[in-house]
């Protein structure tokens, strides 16, 4: 007897090559500042953000770690249309939709420089920057919520919710981090923040791959 077809839910590559071109963006511009700051930014001690009161000659570094941010929203936006267009759960779009203003936040609004006192910008880039970090993975999570077989996340379920706790744990480290810094700075300890929050954009770069690859393979599918 011939088998009953499964409907799958609509995937667009269009959408999954998007992402993909702006997350490979978003890394060669981050890869371009710490090759050409790595004298006047610290990637074991200073943060990502601090990258904006880098100099390029004459030029600020602002403008390129603005683009870098933009590019990473813009690519994940390519992720959430298809993620829509796949029909995923609102509280998923919702929550990607978080994480793609808490990066714009991030890519105009300045962290506080080092060592002066905490402004009204300063504090928005930092809850912008946290809340951006927490909404990604809880996206993931609930995106790998147990469907239908048909679903094209479902084959990398695994994948993606390993993702997903290490970039829970990654935050902990950070704000862990973050937390013992205030704490011991007067007594001249630091603690290296910098290599903590790039670990941290590392798993989330993996995990947004692993959320991408389903829209491309589902396609690559449909079309054998």
Not at 27 to 45: C, E, F, G, K, M
Not at 112 to 134: C, E, I, K, W, Y
């Amino acid at each position: 007897m011939p088998r009953t077809a499964i409907p799958r839910p609509a995937v667009s590559p269009v959408h999954g090559r998007l992402a993909l071109v702006g997350i490979g963006v978003a890394v060669l511009i981050a890869a371009d500042l710490h090759l050409r700051l790595s004298t006047q930014v610290s990637p074991v001690w200073q943060t990502l953000s601090e990258y904006v009161y880098g100099r390029l000659g004459d030029r600020s570094a602002a403008p390129l770690f603005g683009a870098m941010c933009l590019a990473l929203a813009l690519g994940s936006l390519a992720l959430l249309a298809g993620l829509v267009r796949a029909r995923r759960s609102p509280a998923v779009v919702a929550l990607l939709g978080v994480w793609c203003a808490g990066l714009t936040v991030c890519a105009t609004v300045p962290v506080d420089p080092d060592g002066q006192a905490r402004s009204f910008d300063g504090q928005l880039h930092n809850v912008a920057a946290l809340t951006a970090f927490l909404a990604l993975p809880t996206a993931a999570w609930l995106l790998t919520r147990r469907g239908r077989p048909s679903c094209p996340w479902e084959p990398r379920r695994t994948s993606i919710r390993r993702w997903a706790v290490g970039s829970f744990l990654s935050i902990a480290v950070v704000l862990g981090g973050f937390v013992l810094t205030l704490l011991t700075r007067p007594a001249g300890q630091e603690v290296t923040l910098g290599l903590f929050e790039r670990l941290l954009f590392t798993v989330d770069l993996a995990l947004l791959l692993t959320m991408v690859r389903p829209l491309l393979a589902a396609s690559r599918e449909d079309r054998d």
